[in-house]
């Protein structure tokens, strides 16, 4: 029997719908209503910033940390939920402007690893090992304003503290090209994972690919993806869709390009990903015009549509592939699987 996939998200999915030019238009929801949405929508998995999980966390000792992240564990148990990841969330203090462990002032580089220390307690404490690093502003706004090379080394450094601190910590690094930073050190999974055999433990850092930071970078998320799960470092990815190269839009899965992402279930089914136990994440946006009482349905859309191309690629008739490939006849290949997608016979 087929595996089957296991989704999550991150309180941040359901969200206000301020942007930079606007405040928020819908209502806050708490926590805990936001956890009780969570089986409703069909997810199993919770998604974490530190401060999602202990939001006053900076003002709190370790012990009290680890005390308030056991609460929210009781909350998932009772909910029937589980904890995914654990994100330290680096870009918003102020310690993190220049960057957080690439940070010129040493002080701030100390913040940051303690911080993310901080996030392997609550990760401990949440029933998680895994570790997510988007490294925001790891990065610079002029070239001239740090040594790439000790730029580089120190972020070495920083992920060998961690790694060190937890040997079961596992370590996925998230990238992304194009914001908020002008340039990121790490933009591509290709850096991550290049980046990752520098490390004191390889096999414990890997990455997670989301589709529209892999499309920002102008690639293609589905090739990312193989290339990762090639390896055996794809340890989560972060669904959504990006209509060309604006800002990060976090549209549904398969909103903009169904035909990509019909090749990225393809790619985690050829893979065998959902037999890793690991979660579809679905790091989706709903839209700002978006009325509160349905502004949950970019989740629900998002997952129904993963799992409909799901059917769709398990359908597609493999000898029909096959028969193509081999009269490399791509024309046919591909008008069959328009028509797949389009609901009409393939032939
Ligand atoms: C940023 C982004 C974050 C990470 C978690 O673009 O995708 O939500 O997934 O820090
Ligand atoms: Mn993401």
Same mark, same amino acid.
């Given at each position: !029997?087929?595996?089957? @996939?296991?989704?999550?998200?991150? &309180? ?14 819908? &209502? ?10 969570? =089986? ?9 910033? +530190? ?25 998932? %148990? ?7 990841? *654990? ?5 918003? %203090?102020?310690?993190?402007? +220049? ?5 010129? %002032?040493?002080? $701030?580089?100390?913040?940051? *690893? #303690? ?16 570790? /997510? ?7 610079? @706004?002029?070239?001239?304003? =740090? ?11 920083? *992920?060998?503290?961690?790694?060190? @601190?937890?040997?079961? /910590? ?39 690919? #989301?589709?529209?930071? *892999? ?25 959504? %869709?990006?209509?060309?190269? =604006?800002?990060? #839009? ?36 709903? !839209?700002?015009?978006?009325? &509160? ?25 493999? +000898?029909?592939?096959?028969? $193509?490939?081999?009269?490399?006849? @791509?024309?046919?290949?591909? !008008? ?5 997608? !389009?609901?009409?016979? /393939?032939?």
């Amino acid at each position: !029997m087929a595996a089957e @996939y296991r989704f999550s998200f991150g &309180p941040w999915n359901i969200h206000e719908g301020a942007d930079p030019f606007g405040p928020g238009v819908r &209502p806050s929801l708490s926590f805990a209503e936001k956890l009780r949405l969570y =089986k409703r929508l069909g997810f199993d998995g919770v998604q974490f910033h +530190d401060d999602d999980a202990v939001p006053n966390l900076e003002q709190l000792s370790p012990a009290e940390i680890r005390r308030q992240a056991k609460e929210i564990k009781k909350m998932l %148990d009772d909910e029937g939920l589980v904890a995914e990841f *654990v994100a330290p969330r680096l870009w918003e %203090d102020p310690r993190g402007i +220049d960057g957080g462990y690439t940070a010129n %002032d040493p002080a $701030c580089r100390q913040w940051a *690893v #303690e911080r993310s220390l901080r996030a392997i307690d609550i990760a401990q404490e949440l029933g998680t090992n895994l570790i /997510v690093l988007w490294l925001a502003r790891e990065g610079t @706004y002029i070239r001239e304003s =740090k040594n790439p090379f000790e730029a580089l080394n120190r972020l070495l450094q920083a *992920v060998n503290r961690l790694l060190e @601190y937890d040997p079961t /910590v596992t370590i996925a690094i998230e990238p992304k090209p194009n914001e908020p930073m002008d340039q990121a050190y790490l933009p591509t999974v290709g850096h991550a994972l290049a980046f990752s055999t520098r490390t004191g433990d390889p096999a414990r850092v890997g990455v997670l690919i #989301e589709t529209a930071h *892999v499309l920002l970078a102008g690639l293609d998320p589905s090739d990312e993806m193989a290339f990762a799960l090639s390896m055996g470092k794809l340890w989560s990815v972060h669904l959504n %869709d990006q209509n060309g190269l =604006k800002f990060d #839009e976090d549209k549904a899965f398969g909103s903009a390009n169904l035909r990509a992402a019909f090749n990225q279930v393809r790619v985690l089914e050829l893979g065998g990903y959902a037999a890793t136990g690991r979660f579809v994440g679905l790091d989706v946006k709903a !839209m700002r015009t978006q009325k &509160p009482e349905a502004a949950t349905r970019h989740l629900a859309n998002s997952r129904e549509i993963f799992l409909r191309l799901v059917e769709k690629v398990r359908t597609f008739p493999k +000898d029909l592939e096959a028969q $193509c490939v081999a009269n490399r006849d @791509y024309e046919a290949l591909e !008008m069959a699987i328009i028509r797949h997608l !389009m609901g009409l016979p /393939v032939a």
